[in-house]
């Protein structure tokens, strides 16, 4: 994990585009001094279009160090960069530090732009940059004798030492309001769904409690607020959650089966679906990985169990895009998962949605390739969790 520097600051405005960026302030800086007219050179943090002349102005970077420094680095710009966050697993040290090396010098060279606040959970990555380039927390620590700290980075804490990703949580007092509610729900940051069965519930409670459509900062009627206040102090629970960062003891890379297998499930409240990855390596053992998952209420009318078990399924094959397009993982297989009937009919009458025989799956964007793919229907009686009981589950 690094960052750009001040990212924002090294790419200048256009000329004729900075009068739109004046501000006043007192000259010099001097607060006994009268107030006069600045104008901003560079794109500031704020401004809509920043992140995105940022990014290009990177990627494009990038590009012209390709040839010097190599594709991977031009590709590790492109694809692991969230703004001037970049996030990356390799299988190995020297995999990591190589790279992260090479972008360093790339990026300086090109474009004059500073990665730097490294860190890591390999003692061994962190001991090969300078102590000036690592994340302010790994600065006083003396590698291979202390242990390593958590950091935060896009929401997420990872714990470095044991390489999980944890909550930390600290609910603030915000008053019963429908902004106040959303506010503590949203404050929960879970972009990839681990607390998606916590967080689908407060949500359920804030529309629930806004059945007759109070204003935005009028109080919530009183016979929700037991309700509320229980679900907000069990988000300290969510700190003592560990998900292993990575999707088995063994590198990705290095296994000899790799399978998703996405769960859809729907009730009256809401429809959800999860991925996992199901890891076989050489010798034949079997794990699992928690991939992504994600939850959304279900329309309050006129839908019935049948056509929100569809909607599931639909969820399902959007995970599955997501998964497809952001993980450089070649999939072996591609398995769905659900215990609905009316999803098992509709698969078997229209060939381009989910199908046992074709190698295809449809949704709303057209036909995707899968290497291979199918559906198996769960008895009412199962969970996805007794059905995965048979393999180790990482998480």
């Known amino acids: 994990m690094a960052d750009i520097e001040q990212m924002f600051y090294y790419f200048l405005v256009q000329h004729d585009h900075r009068r739109y960026l004046r501000f006043l302030w007192h000259e010099n800086n001097d607060f006994e001094k009268p107030l006069i007219e600045y104008q901003m050179n560079v794109h500031v943090f704020g401004n809509s279009p920043s992140p995105a002349v940022a990014t290009y102005g990177l990627r494009r970077t990038a590009l012209e160090a390709k040839d010097k420094y190599g594709e991977d680095v031009s590709q590790f710009v492109h694809r692991n960069f969230y703004v001037d966050d970049a996030l990356s697993s390799h299988s190995s040290d020297e995999e990591a530090i190589d790279l992260l090396q090479r972008t360093q010098k790339a990026l300086k060279e090109f474009g004059q732009l500073r990665l730097h606040k490294v860190s890591s959970n390999s003692s061994t990555v962190l001991s090969a940059f300078e102590n000036v380039d690592l994340a302010k927390e790994l600065k006083n620590v003396e590698l291979g004798h202390e242990g390593l700290p958590t950091q935060r980075s896009l929401g997420i804490s990872w714990n470095l030492q044991d390489d999980q990703f944890t909550f930390q949580v ?58 509320w206040e229980a679900w907000k102090s069990s988000l ?159 998480v």
């Open 170 to 227: 600290s609910p603030q007092d915000k008053p019963f309001t429908r902004r106040g509610v959303l506010s503590t729900i949203n404050s929960l940051f879970d972009p990839l769904g681990f607390a998606a069965p916590v967080t689908i519930a407060g949500k359920a409670i804030l529309r629930e409690a806004m059945s007759d459509g109070r204003d935005w900062d009028e109080p919530l009627p009183n016979e929700h607020r037991d309700k």
């Open 236 to 394: 300290h629970h969510l700190g003592s959650v560990k998900i292993s960062r990575t999707y088995g003891s063994t590198s990705v890379s290095q296994t000899a089966k790799k399978e998703l297998c996405i769960f859809s499930d729907a009730s009256e409240m809401a429809i959800a679906a999860v991925a996992y990855i199901r890891l076989t390596d050489l010798a034949g053992k079997q794990e699992l990985g928690f991939v992504l998952g994600k939850a959304k209420l279900a329309p309050k009318h006129g839908h019935t169990i049948p056509r929100l078990e569809l909607c599931a399924a639909v969820l399902a094959t959007e995970l599955y895009e997501v998964v497809r397009s952001e993980c450089d993982v070649e999939f072996d297989g591609v398995q769905f998962f659900t215990d609905s009937k009316a999803v098992m009919g509709t698969s078997q009458t229209r060939a381009n949605d989910f199908s046992r025989t074709s190698n295809t799956e449809s949704n709303a964007s057209g036909d995707v390739a899968l290497p291979s793919n199918g559906i198996t229907c769960l008895l009412n009686s199962t969970q996805p969790m007794k059905e995965l009981a048979r393999y180790q589950l990482v």
